[in-house]
């Protein structure tokens, strides 16, 4: 029965492949006599044979199938042409595509390049050029307006441009200090005529002499005396507040400080210096009337002394952002001291006082010393007579006479940065024109 039906199969099969073998004969015979009689330039009556039956084809049809013949070649040759240009500007639009993203990735290959160097704060220049895969990419680096850095990378490839632009900023982390002075257990000691111009929050009493003043509201878990004089609202048996700068904070900066350079044993500051990122392992003293500016977190194993009228203030490149200079033992702010941040009006310095000593005076402030902020998580503030401060945070704080803080509300969302050792974060990376 398998074998019938593949003979009749194959049978057919046979039949048919027949048939359009003759159809094919056919077919190829007329177009062999078309093409001998375009050749000959028939005019008269044309006859031909094919295998089965002979055609006259009369003079007029012999040339409309002339006419339509030419006509069909000259068609063909012109849609020939027309596919061949297209395949080209095909192919030519599929190179400059290629071109123009090879292009894009070699800018990409050169603004990554810088940014990865200035996150590990290795040497950038203004302008270089980076050859990837034998093709090669410029770059500029630029301080803008904030300390904020700007790259632009131009790579090209035949004549095919693309440019990245990328905007970093000084890596922040956001302190915020809501009061005037905050204390912890240790409290609030204010002396004859001192003043608070601005809120406290006090885990443990605040007691005042004659004169102490406080100008907004005062809140304690504990007791608050009568002086010192609040004009807001007096609280009493309030809830603990935590401090808010935490250990974990303290040690990233001082990581930060590591990271830009150790100096073993002491630095005396004889005339203008810039230092930081830096940390060193022995005492730091600025002499009488010298400037010290503070580029990136300075942080001092030992004491230290800032003498009477030096000046430290917080380089031009921290912008809007704060600094922090931190002593792992005590921090003496001698006469006429003063403290600026960087020229923009959001921009602090910061002494941070590390030690662990609840019942000593970490921080020691003399008279007519000028605006800083203050902290001493773990230890006692002391500010002389018209002593000054834009905030105070500490275990406990004294104020002697005349003796003024005056808080600045720019501190509830202050930005502190440690320089480039603190790392950058990205603001703007994009394709540009």
Same mark, same amino acid.
Request: glycine residues 10%.
């Given at each position: 029965m398998e074998l019938r039906i593949m003979v =009749?199969? $194959?049978?057919?099969?046979?039949?048919?492949t027949n048939m359009y073998a003759r159809r094919t004969a056919v077919l190829c015979s007329i177009i062999h006599n078309s093409c001998f009689m375009i050749h000959r330039g028939i005019a008269n009556l044309t006859t031909f044979h094919t295998p089965r039956s002979t055609f006259h084809v009369p003079q007029n049809k012999g040339q409309a199938a002339l006419t339509a013949v030419i006509f069909f070649l000259v068609a063909a040759t012109a849609i020939g042409i027309g596919f061949v240009s297209f395949a080209f500007e095909e192919t030519a639009t599929a190179r400059r595509q290629l071109r123009a993203k090879q292009s894009y990735f070699l800018a990409e290959a050169g603004a990554e390049d810088i940014a990865y160097r200035l996150q590990k704060t290795m040497q950038v220049d203004a302008s270089e050029t980076i050859t990837v895969n034998g093709e090669s990419v410029i770059t500029t680096l630029t301080t803008i307006a904030g300390g904020?850095? $700007?790259?632009? @990378?131009? %790579?090209?490839i035949n004549s095919n441009v693309r440019k990245i632009k990328t905007v970093f900023k000084p890596g922040t982390v956001g302190i915020s200090f809501y009061y005037g002075i905050q204390v912890g257990a240790g409290g609030l000691e204010m002396d004859n005529n001192s003043i608070v111009n601005g809120n406290v929050y006090a885990n443990g009493n605040i007691t005042g002499g004659n004169g102490s003043t406080i100008t907004g509201d005062a809140t304690s878990a504990g007791t608050i005396d009568n002086p010192p004089t609040v004009n807001g609202t007096r609280t009493e048996g309030a809830a603990l507040l935590s401090l808010p700068i935490s250990e974990a904070q303290i040690d /990233?900066? =001082? @990581?930060? @400080?590591? /990271? %830009? %350079?150790i100096t073993v044993g002491d630095v005396t500051v004889t005339s203008t210096q810039t230092i930081g990122p830096q940390k060193i392992t022995g005492k730091l003293t600025v002499t009488n009337g010298e400037n010290l500016i503070v580029s990136g977190t300075i942080w001092v194993e030992g004491d230290i002394v800032f003498d009477n009228n030096s000046i430290i203030e917080l380089s031009s490149s921290y912008g809007p952002n704060s600094g922090v200079v931190i002593s792992d033992s005590k921090i003496d702010v001698k006469n006429n001291a003063s403290f600026s941040g960087s020229g923009d009006p959001d921009s602090y310095m910061m002494l941070l006082a590390a030690k662990d000593s609840t019942g000593e005076e970490l921080i020691n402030v003399d008279n007519n010393s000028l605006g800083v902020i203050y902290y001493a998580g773990k230890g006692w503030i002391k500010f002389s007579n018209n002593a000054t401060a834009k905030e105070a945070t500490a275990y406990g704080i004294r104020l002697d006479n005349n003796a003024e803080i005056t808080y600045d509300t720019g501190l509830a969302n202050a930005q502190f940065s440690s320089g480039p050792a603190g790392g950058w974060d990205i603001q703007m990376w994009r394709e540009v024109e």
């Open positions: =009749k199969k $194959e049978n057919t099969y046979l039949k048919i904020n850095k $700007e790259i632009l @990378a131009n %790579g090209s /990233a900066w =001082k @990581a930060d @400080a590591e /990271a %830009g %350079g």
